[in-house]
């Protein structure tokens, strides 16, 4: 069966810092890949997605960016993180090769403060 | 702008008590459309999806959910609550020209016993 792991589960950091959040998916191959988050009082909203090794599509300009190195693997980075980074960061992944409605399977997420 | 609305951010019911959680987009053309939920603890996890065809569509453990085209809607029901079913709801919307879910706020269930 397919499994999703995201870590860290928890982070603090500060204003500044740099940022890497890792997403791993098991059990599937050429999956899409999605990094969404919940700023506080707000829905989930899509930051960026992929549906190939090195393939990245950004949905938001913001301080953040993505890269896949591998075709289970999907990483949310910054150089400098903003207090506006918070949030609650989920990662996601659908069947690959068929973009239509398919249901998309989400992991713990990792829940980012930055001070 | 487009956007996902859910009505109601915090429900608390009885047990055995009806549920309707409403959800209203305002996306234009086809639309694909699902509820989550997020147990305490858990995943976010699918409860059920509309694609096409019957607009009453039916999920896990009971849910089920109507699609109104004409208002934009896509409600949220279930005859009888359990304490079980304490969680967080979502409803999102994916049009045919994205990869993204559109997800609403949320809304928070606390059955009581």
């Known amino acids: 069966s397919q499994t999703i792991h995201q870590w860290p589960a928890t982070l603090v950091q500060p204003v500044g810092s740099p940022l890497s959040l890792e997403c791993t998916v098991e059990g599937t191959s050429n999956p899409n890949l999605y990094w969404y988050r919940q700023a506080a009082g707000r829905g989930l909203q899509l930051l960026f997605y992929?549906?190939?090794?090195?393939?990245i599509s950004s949905e938001v300009p913001q301080n953040l960016s993505a890269s896949r190195p591998q075709d289970r693997q999907f990483i949310l980075s910054s150089k400098k993180l903003l207090l506006s980074d918070s949030g609650f960061y989920l990662c996601?992944?659908?069947?690959?090769?068929?973009?239509?409605?398919?249901?998309?399977?989400f992991g713990p997420g990792t829940r980012l403060t930055v001070t | 702008a487009q956007s996902v609305s859910q009505h109601n951010h915090h429900v608390i019911l009885s047990e055995a008590a009806s549920l309707e959680l409403g959800c209203n987009y305002s996306?234009?053309?086809?639309?694909?459309l699902f509820w989550y939920v997020q147990y305490p603890g858990q995943h976010l996890q699918l409860l059920l999806k509309?694609?096409?065809?019957?607009?009453l569509v039916k999920g896990i453990k009971g849910f089920e959910a109507e699609f109104i085209k004409s208002k934009f809607s896509f409600n949220l029901r279930k005859p009888s609550v359990q304490w079980s079913d304490t969680a967080e709801y979502f409803c999102?919307?994916?049009?045919?020209?994205?990869?993204?879910?559109?997800f609403g706020k949320g809304t928070s269930l606390l059955v009581t016993p």
């Open positions: 996601a992944w659908s069947e690959g090769l068929s973009r239509q409605a398919d249901e998309q399977y």
């Open positions: 999102a919307v994916m049009t045919n020209s994205g990869y993204a879910l559109n």
């Open positions: 996306y234009g053309g086809t639309v694909n």
């Open positions: 509309y694609f096409s065809g019957d607009p």
């Open positions: 992929s549906v190939g090794i090195g393939q």
